[in-house]
Protein backbone atom coordinates (compact mmCIF):
# COMPACT_ATOMS: atom_id res chain seq x y z
CA UNK A 1 0.00 0.00 0.00
CA UNK A 2 1.44 3.23 -1.15
CA UNK A 3 1.67 6.37 1.59
CA UNK A 4 2.68 9.64 1.62
CA UNK A 5 6.14 10.32 2.43
CA UNK A 6 6.62 11.63 5.91
CA UNK A 7 9.98 13.48 7.15
CA UNK A 8 9.34 13.01 10.93
CA UNK A 9 12.32 9.73 11.67
CA UNK A 10 14.47 12.10 9.75
CA UNK A 11 13.61 15.53 11.35
CA UNK A 12 13.68 13.28 15.30
CA UNK A 13 17.07 12.58 14.48
CA UNK A 14 19.41 15.25 16.29
CA UNK A 15 22.02 16.66 14.43
CA UNK A 16 25.81 16.56 15.47
CA UNK A 17 27.61 19.77 14.42
CA UNK A 18 31.36 20.12 13.42
CA UNK A 19 33.64 22.48 12.32
CA UNK A 20 36.00 21.97 9.71
CA UNK A 21 38.81 23.71 9.84
CA UNK A 22 39.25 24.46 6.10
CA UNK A 23 37.31 24.76 2.79
CA UNK A 24 35.22 21.94 2.65
CA UNK A 25 35.56 19.88 -0.43
CA UNK A 26 34.73 16.22 -0.89
CA UNK A 27 35.64 15.67 -4.24
CA UNK A 28 39.11 14.62 -3.68
CA UNK A 29 37.44 11.71 -2.13
CA UNK A 30 35.61 10.96 -4.97
CA UNK A 31 38.50 9.72 -7.18
CA UNK A 32 37.95 6.19 -8.56
CA UNK A 33 35.11 4.33 -10.51
CA UNK A 34 33.12 3.99 -6.74
CA UNK A 35 30.97 0.13 -5.28
CA UNK A 36 28.06 -1.12 -5.26
CA UNK A 37 26.81 -2.18 -2.00
CA UNK A 38 24.14 -4.09 -0.81
CA UNK A 39 22.83 -4.22 3.22
CA UNK A 40 20.61 -3.24 5.39
CA UNK A 41 20.63 0.56 7.51
CA UNK A 42 21.74 -0.37 11.48
CA UNK A 43 21.59 3.29 12.20
CA UNK A 44 20.98 6.16 10.99
CA UNK A 45 22.65 10.16 12.10
CA UNK A 46 22.49 13.67 10.64
CA UNK A 47 25.38 15.79 10.41
CA UNK A 48 26.18 19.28 10.20
CA UNK A 49 29.70 21.04 8.88
CA UNK A 50 30.92 24.29 8.91
CA UNK A 51 34.25 25.09 7.10
CA UNK A 52 36.68 27.84 7.29
CA UNK A 53 34.37 30.11 5.31
CA UNK A 54 30.97 29.62 7.40
CA UNK A 55 29.42 27.47 4.41
CA UNK A 56 27.10 24.78 6.29
CA UNK A 57 26.63 20.93 4.65
CA UNK A 58 24.15 18.90 6.06
CA UNK A 59 24.43 15.30 5.46
CA UNK A 60 22.42 12.12 6.07
CA UNK A 61 25.10 9.34 7.48
CA UNK A 62 23.70 5.89 7.11
CA UNK A 63 25.49 3.04 9.10
CA UNK A 64 24.82 -0.21 6.75
CA UNK A 65 25.40 -3.98 7.42
CA UNK A 66 27.41 -4.53 4.02
CA UNK A 67 25.93 -7.88 2.99
CA UNK A 68 27.36 -7.80 -0.68
CA UNK A 69 29.68 -5.35 -2.61
CA UNK A 70 31.04 -5.18 -6.41
CA UNK A 71 33.29 -2.18 -8.30
CA UNK A 72 31.66 -0.58 -10.51
CA UNK A 73 32.73 -1.08 -13.84
CA UNK A 74 32.60 1.55 -17.32
CA UNK A 75 33.01 1.09 -20.57
CA UNK A 76 35.35 3.19 -23.07
CA UNK A 77 32.33 4.93 -23.79
CA UNK A 78 32.03 5.44 -19.27
CA UNK A 79 28.88 3.37 -19.86
CA UNK A 80 28.09 1.96 -16.80
CA UNK A 81 28.58 -2.11 -16.71
CA UNK A 82 26.70 -4.55 -14.65
CA UNK A 83 29.27 -6.16 -12.68
CA UNK A 84 29.48 -10.49 -12.14
CA UNK A 85 27.48 -10.69 -8.76
CA UNK A 86 27.99 -14.81 -8.68
CA UNK A 87 30.32 -17.25 -10.19
CA UNK A 88 27.17 -18.64 -12.02
CA UNK A 89 23.68 -17.50 -13.88
CA UNK A 90 20.60 -19.48 -14.93
CA UNK A 91 20.71 -19.74 -18.90
CA UNK A 92 17.40 -20.79 -20.79
CA UNK A 93 17.78 -24.06 -22.49
CA UNK A 94 14.46 -23.95 -24.73
CA UNK A 95 11.72 -22.32 -25.68
CA UNK A 96 9.78 -22.37 -22.50
CA UNK A 97 10.70 -19.94 -19.51
CA UNK A 98 10.85 -22.89 -17.58
CA UNK A 99 13.74 -24.80 -18.77
CA UNK A 100 17.21 -23.73 -17.25
CA UNK A 101 20.85 -24.58 -17.05
CA UNK A 102 23.58 -23.40 -14.46
CA UNK A 103 25.98 -21.67 -16.44
CA UNK A 104 29.78 -20.53 -14.88
CA UNK A 105 30.45 -17.06 -15.77
CA UNK A 106 33.64 -16.65 -14.05
CA UNK A 107 34.83 -15.61 -10.87
CA UNK A 108 32.47 -13.33 -8.92
CA UNK A 109 34.57 -9.87 -8.54
CA UNK A 110 32.73 -9.60 -5.18
CA UNK A 111 34.65 -7.35 -2.65
CA UNK A 112 35.25 -8.88 0.66
CA UNK A 113 34.38 -6.77 3.93
CA UNK A 114 38.02 -5.47 4.94
CA UNK A 115 38.83 -5.13 0.91
CA UNK A 116 35.57 -2.74 0.90
CA UNK A 117 36.24 -0.69 4.54
CA UNK A 118 40.04 -0.10 3.49
CA UNK A 119 38.62 1.22 -0.23
CA UNK A 120 36.14 3.67 0.53
CA UNK A 121 36.42 4.69 4.41
CA UNK A 122 38.20 7.62 4.92
CA UNK A 123 39.94 8.72 8.03
CA UNK A 124 39.33 12.04 8.20
CA UNK A 125 35.19 11.54 7.76
CA UNK A 126 35.41 8.39 10.12
CA UNK A 127 36.66 10.62 12.79
CA UNK A 128 33.05 12.41 12.07
CA UNK A 129 31.03 9.54 11.80
CA UNK A 130 32.48 8.28 15.36
CA UNK A 131 30.92 12.02 16.30
CA UNK A 132 27.86 11.41 14.75
CA UNK A 133 26.61 8.20 15.98
CA UNK A 134 29.55 6.61 18.37
CA UNK A 135 27.77 3.38 19.75
CA UNK A 136 27.28 2.39 15.97
CA UNK A 137 30.68 2.89 14.80
CA UNK A 138 32.12 0.78 17.41
CA UNK A 139 30.66 -2.17 15.55
CA UNK A 140 33.52 -3.33 13.06
CA UNK A 141 30.65 -4.72 10.58
CA UNK A 142 28.74 -1.54 9.80
CA UNK A 143 30.20 0.85 7.45
CA UNK A 144 28.83 4.68 7.08
CA UNK A 145 28.14 5.87 3.92
CA UNK A 146 27.08 10.13 3.36
CA UNK A 147 24.20 11.22 1.37
CA UNK A 148 23.87 14.90 1.18
CA UNK A 149 19.99 15.65 3.61
CA UNK A 150 18.58 17.55 -0.03
CA UNK A 151 18.83 14.52 -1.66
CA UNK A 152 17.00 12.32 0.93
CA UNK A 153 14.11 14.32 1.80
CA UNK A 154 11.08 12.76 -0.34
CA UNK A 155 12.43 9.71 0.05
CA UNK A 156 12.23 7.53 3.60
CA UNK A 157 15.07 5.88 5.06
CA UNK A 158 14.68 4.15 8.26
CA UNK A 159 16.49 1.43 9.94
CA UNK A 160 16.36 -2.33 8.83
CA UNK A 161 15.64 -0.93 5.51
CA UNK A 162 17.33 -2.90 2.78
CA UNK A 163 19.04 -0.98 0.30
CA UNK A 164 21.19 -0.57 -2.90
CA UNK A 165 23.81 2.18 -3.48
CA UNK A 166 26.56 3.24 -5.74
CA UNK A 167 29.15 5.87 -4.38
CA UNK A 168 31.05 8.67 -6.00
CA UNK A 169 34.00 6.96 -6.34
CA UNK A 170 36.16 5.14 -4.13
CA UNK A 171 34.70 7.26 -1.60
CA UNK A 172 31.54 6.73 1.50
CA UNK A 173 29.68 9.89 -0.47
CA UNK A 174 26.59 8.29 -2.14
CA UNK A 175 25.40 8.74 -5.72
CA UNK A 176 22.50 6.82 -5.50
CA UNK A 177 20.29 4.97 -3.44
CA UNK A 178 17.23 2.58 -3.85
CA UNK A 179 15.18 0.45 -1.76
CA UNK A 180 14.79 -3.45 -2.21
CA UNK A 181 12.33 -5.90 -1.47
CA UNK A 182 12.81 -9.26 0.08
CA UNK A 183 13.52 -10.65 -3.19
CA UNK A 184 16.61 -7.96 -4.08
CA UNK A 185 14.21 -6.61 -6.57
CA UNK A 186 13.92 -2.45 -6.17
CA UNK A 187 10.48 -1.08 -4.64
CA UNK A 188 11.76 2.59 -5.27
CA UNK A 189 13.34 4.87 -8.04
CA UNK A 190 17.16 5.51 -7.34
CA UNK A 191 17.56 8.39 -5.88
CA UNK A 192 20.49 9.84 -7.87
CA UNK A 193 22.10 13.03 -5.63
CA UNK A 194 22.41 15.76 -7.54
CA UNK A 195 18.46 14.98 -9.63
CA UNK A 196 14.69 15.45 -9.01
CA UNK A 197 13.34 15.06 -5.19
CA UNK A 198 12.16 11.72 -5.83
CA UNK A 199 8.59 12.25 -4.10
CA UNK A 200 7.77 15.58 -5.93
CA UNK A 201 8.61 14.28 -9.42
CA UNK A 202 7.18 11.21 -9.39
CA UNK A 203 3.89 12.94 -7.58
CA UNK A 204 4.18 15.67 -10.26
CA UNK A 205 4.00 13.03 -13.15
CA UNK A 206 0.74 11.49 -11.63
CA UNK A 207 -0.80 14.85 -11.34
CA UNK A 208 0.25 16.07 -15.31
CA UNK A 209 -1.17 13.01 -16.35
CA UNK A 210 -4.39 12.68 -15.15
CA UNK A 211 -4.60 16.74 -15.96
CA UNK A 212 -3.89 15.22 -19.65
CA UNK A 213 -6.08 12.50 -19.50
CA UNK A 214 -9.07 14.28 -17.92
CA UNK A 215 -10.58 16.42 -20.85
CA UNK A 216 -11.90 20.13 -19.41
CA UNK A 217 -15.45 21.08 -18.85
CA UNK A 218 -15.07 22.87 -21.78
CA UNK A 219 -13.86 20.66 -24.10
CA UNK A 220 -16.59 18.67 -22.77
CA UNK A 221 -19.08 21.14 -23.28
CA UNK A 222 -17.83 22.01 -27.05
CA UNK A 223 -18.54 17.83 -27.69
CA UNK A 224 -21.60 18.03 -26.03
CA UNK A 225 -22.79 20.87 -28.70
CA UNK A 226 -21.39 19.25 -31.96
CA UNK A 227 -23.46 15.70 -30.92
CA UNK A 228 -26.26 15.67 -33.32
CA UNK A 229 -29.90 14.84 -31.96
CA UNK A 230 -29.77 11.09 -32.88
CA UNK A 231 -26.47 10.64 -31.38
CA UNK A 232 -28.07 11.04 -27.74
CA UNK A 233 -31.05 8.59 -28.64
CA UNK A 234 -31.26 5.65 -27.03
Known sequence: ?????????????????????????????????????????QGRSRLAITDVDKNKF??????????????????ATNKEIEPNFSETKK?????????????????SDALKLEDLV?????????????????????????ISFWIEENHTMKMELVE?????????????????????????????????SGGEDIGSSWTQKIMNLKLTDAPSAAAAAAQGECAGDDEWDD
Not at 58 to 75: G, P, T
Not at 163 to 180: A, N, Q, Y
Open 1 to 41: MSRLYDNQPLQNLAVKTYSWGKLWNPTPYKSGCGVIVEGTI
Open 58 to 75: RYVVLHIACQRAHKRKFD
Open 91 to 107: VSTGFLNSSYKVAAVGE
Open 118 to 142: SLICKEELNALTIISQPEVERQEEL
Open 160 to 192: SDHIRLRTCGDSPFIESIVKLDANGEPVTVSNY
